[in-house]
């Protein structure tokens, strides 16, 4: 079985990374060895990887409500260790976005 991966870019510092299909946005990000994505517990508990996507396609676990509302949601925004892509992404990211929490 084939491996795809798909290209993550940062619309606000230009930067990207490939993330493979199943992996989530923060362990690519991570893996890239850029510090894009701000990381803290991996598990959907602490709201530091909160980022928004922009525009592609993406499907996301569970996120708790702490972090990210319904409304939010509706606004592409997301836990990116809970967010897997389903196309090449855009993101916004607090990591470089100083404005955006
Ligand atoms: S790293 Fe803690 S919620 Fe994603």
Redesign the pocket.
């Known amino acids: 079985m084939q491996n795809f991966e798909h290209l993550v870019t940062d619309v606000t510092s230009q930067e990207s990374f490939c993330c493979l299909d199943g992996e989530t946005l923060?362990n690519a990000s991570v893996r890239s060895g850029k510090n894009i994505i701000p990381?803290?517990?991996?598990?959907?508990?602490?709201?530091?990887?909160k980022i928004e996507i922009v525009g592609g396609d993406y499907r996301t676990g569970k996120m708790s409500r702490a972090?990210v509302t319904e409304q939010e949601e509706g606004q592409g925004i997301v836990?990116?260790?809970?967010t897997m892509p389903g196309s090449s992404l855009e993101i916004r990211s607090k990591g470089t976005s100083p404005g955006f929490n």
């Open positions: 923060l990381v803290g517990c991996r598990n959907g508990g602490c709201g530091m990887c972090h836990l990116a260790c809970r």
